[in-house]
């Protein structure tokens, strides 16, 4: 597999310390170890895989899902647990030149339908994955920033049929939000959850319909072949009729060869404290279990745990190897203890790092890849793939057994486009970064 970060990025080293690791053991699951053959094969054991595994198997394919590592190695199992709307990078007046008002709503309500089905899953499925938060509240970071929250709400009505509540500077200590922060927005929309037990909820849901799943089991190369393809998983042998490619961030360049350049993963960062007591809380002004997030491009997001842990998250480092996840670490804590100060003692032993992907469209994809008949593709969600990878994993569904998708927006069917600078595309970031920086001063 050709990857375009160093070997330390697609090992353990950044995953050392994910606090959900010690939250739920996912069982392993075997390694192929016979040559066999399948109606779909599913490259990637994440929520896209697996819910497109699931929805598939209800349709009663045979589906075998191939995970290079285990299931929930890659993003899956090691987010910030935010079933949140999102998926794109790009803001109203930006999808409206794009796709027109209409093809904006079509856009906006998928991000709802995409939220909607991880919580029907979750209770279809008896999923119980520690569901906290009523929607997700924005902090202004900024006074202006709060009269642009003020000025969003009308185009929140518009986008998502549902009512925001604002909050002033004044009133954010009555919503236990005491911080650096200017007044908020909540968007009724929206939970925080243990991504670890989502997905393994989300495997069990897809065996027990029928799929098989394995782990260890690198897919190495995808041949045409009569009636499909074959494809090389480990050693061993594997034939499908189609193939539906799932694996977002932690895409190769050369699985299949199509995705060179078309995605750009970006590292984001999360710490997870200790239990903080009663007093802790109350020191800080912080007692809301809303899942949260600051008005900066450049964001972090942050949510206090069922358990009273905290949460706190943000964009990683460019580089990558040892200094660099270490360097990361010590960002993400110092920016934890400036924005929460009565915290600054409170030890954060889980802290870990993993891969997003963006598009060069700014919008994810879900669709057939170009030249490949019965090949699909589903990715880049921009830093929110919990909603959108689930919701994209059922579109494959639909796309791979012939029918029309109840929900799929035409903001995600134009495959992505080339980023400049081949290999070398994750240095783009640099100036990027830099202008937010500037952007969010
Ligand atoms: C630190 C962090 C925090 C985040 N926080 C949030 C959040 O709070 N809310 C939110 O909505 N999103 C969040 N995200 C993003 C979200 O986790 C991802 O968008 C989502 O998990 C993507 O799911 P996926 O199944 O498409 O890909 P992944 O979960 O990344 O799975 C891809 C899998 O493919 C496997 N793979 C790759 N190549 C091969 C191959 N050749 N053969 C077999 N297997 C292969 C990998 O091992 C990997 O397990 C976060 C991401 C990170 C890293």
Same mark, same amino acid.
Request: hydrophobic share 40%; net charge positive.
């Given at each position: 597999?050709?990857?375009?970060?160093p070997?330390?990025?697609?090992?353990?080293?950044?995953?050392q310390?994910? $606090?959900?690791d010690?939250?739920?053991?996912?069982?392993?699951?075997?390694?192929?170890?016979?040559?066999?053959?399948?109606?779909?094969?599913?490259? #990637?054991?994440?929520?896209?895989?697996?819910?497109?595994?699931l929805?598939?198997?209800?349709?009663?394919?045979?589906?075998?899902?191939?995970?290079?590592?285990?299931?929930?190695?890659?993003?899956?199992?090691?987010?910030?647990?935010?079933?949140?709307?999102?998926?794109?990078?790009?803001?109203?007046?930006?999808?409206d030149?794009k796709?027109?008002?209409?093809?904006?709503?079509? $856009?906006r309500?998928?991000?709802?339908?995409?939220?909607?089905?991880?919580?029907s899953?979750?209770?279809?499925?008896?999923?119980?994955?520690?569901?906290?938060s009523?929607?997700?509240?924005?902090?202004?970071?900024?006074?202006?920033?709060?009269?642009?929250?003020?000025?969003?709400?009308?185009?929140?009505?518009?986008?998502?049929?549902?009512?925001?509540?604002?909050?002033?500077?004044?009133?954010?200590?009555?919503?236990?939000?005491?911080?650096?922060?200017?007044?908020?927005?909540?968007?009724?929309?929206?939970f925080?959850?243990?991504?670890?037990?989502?997905?393994?909820?989300l495997?069990?849901?897809?065996?027990?319909?029928?799929?098989?799943?394995f782990?260890?089991?690198?897919?190495?190369?995808?041949e045409?072949?009569?009636g499909?393809?074959?494809?090389?998983?480990?050693?061993?042998?594997?034939?499908?009729?189609?193939?539906?490619?799932?694996?977002?961030?932690y895409?190769?360049?050369?699985?299949?060869?199509?995705?060179?350049?078309?995605?750009?993963?970006?590292?984001?960062?999360v710490?997870?404290?200790?239990?903080?007591?009663?007093?802790?809380?109350?020191?800080?002004? $912080?007692?809301?279990?809303?899942?949260?997030?600051?008005?900066?491009?450049?964001?972090?997001?942050?949510?206090?745990?069922?358990?009273?842990?905290?949460?706190?998250?943000?964009?990683?480092?460019?580089?990558? #190897?040892?200094?660099?996840?270490?360097?990361?670490?010590?960002?993400?804590?110092?920016?934890?203890?400036?924005?929460?100060?009565?915290?600054?003692?409170?030890?954060?032993?889980?802290? $870990?790092?993993?891969?997003v992907?963006?598009?060069?469209?700014?919008?994810?994809?879900?669709?057939a890849?170009?030249?490949?008949?019965?090949?699909?593709?589903?990715?880049?969600?921009?830093?929110?793939?919990?909603?959108?990878?689930?919701?994209?994993?059922?579109?494959?569904?639909?796309?791979?057994?012939?029918?029309?998708?109840?929900?799929?927006?035409?903001?995600?069917?134009?495959?992505?486009?080339?980023?400049?600078?081949?290999?070398?595309?994750?240095?783009l970031?640099?100036p990027?970064?830099?202008?937010?920086?500037?952007?969010?001063?």
């Amino acid at each position: 597999m050709k990857r375009i970060f160093p070997a330390f990025t697609y090992g353990e080293g950044p995953r050392q310390g994910c $606090w959900w690791d010690e939250t739920c053991a996912i069982p392993a699951r075997p390694t192929i170890s016979e040559p066999a053959s399948a109606d779909v094969v599913v490259i #990637g054991g994440g929520f896209t895989g697996l819910s497109a595994a699931l929805h598939l198997a209800r349709k009663g394919a045979r589906v075998h899902v191939f995970e290079a590592k285990r299931i929930g190695w890659g993003a899956s199992g090691r987010n910030g647990g935010f079933c949140c709307l999102g998926g794109a990078k790009a803001d109203d007046r930006f999808l409206d030149r794009k796709f027109g008002k209409s093809g904006r709503l079509e $856009w906006r309500a998928a991000e709802k339908a995409a939220v909607d089905l991880v919580g029907s899953i979750l209770t279809a499925e008896k999923i119980s994955a520690d569901r906290h938060s009523r929607g997700e509240t924005a902090l202004a970071h900024r006074p202006r920033d709060m009269k642009s929250l003020e000025a969003g709400a009308a185009s929140v009505r518009e986008n998502y049929g549902v009512e925001p509540a604002l909050f002033f500077r004044a009133d954010l200590a009555d919503q236990g939000m005491s911080g650096p922060f200017h007044g908020a927005m909540t968007i009724p929309i929206g939970f925080g959850l243990n991504p670890a037990k989502y997905l393994a909820g989300l495997a069990a849901a897809a065996e027990r319909a029928g799929a098989l799943i394995f782990d260890s089991s690198p897919v190495r190369s995808i041949e045409k072949a009569a009636g499909g393809y074959r494809l090389c998983v480990g050693d061993v042998r594997v034939t499908a009729n189609q193939v539906v490619v799932a694996t977002n961030g932690y895409s190769s360049e050369d699985i299949p060869g199509w995705l060179t350049a078309r995605f750009l993963p970006t590292q984001s960062n999360v710490l997870v404290t200790r239990p903080l007591t009663d007093k802790e809380l109350s020191d800080q002004g $912080w007692t809301s279990d809303q899942m949260s997030y600051d008005t900066r491009n450049l964001l972090h997001y942050f949510r206090l745990m069922p358990d009273q842990r905290f949460l706190f998250g943000m964009r990683g480092g460019v580089f990558s #190897g040892p200094g660099a996840e270490q360097k990361a670490r010590r960002a993400v804590r110092r920016d934890f203890e400036q924005m929460f100060p009565a915290w600054a003692h409170a030890e954060s032993q889980n802290s $870990w790092s993993g891969l997003v992907s963006l598009a060069r469209s700014r919008m994810p994809f879900a669709g057939a890849v170009p030249g490949s008949p019965g090949m699909w593709a589903g990715l880049c969600y921009h830093g929110n793939g919990v909603a959108m990878g689930t919701l994209t994993g059922s579109i494959l569904a639909s796309l791979v057994s012939g029918e029309q998708p109840a929900c799929y927006p035409k903001a995600m069917r134009t495959p992505p486009g080339k980023f400049p600078l081949g290999a070398a595309r994750r240095l783009l970031v640099l100036p990027l970064y830099a202008g937010l920086r500037l952007k969010d001063l």
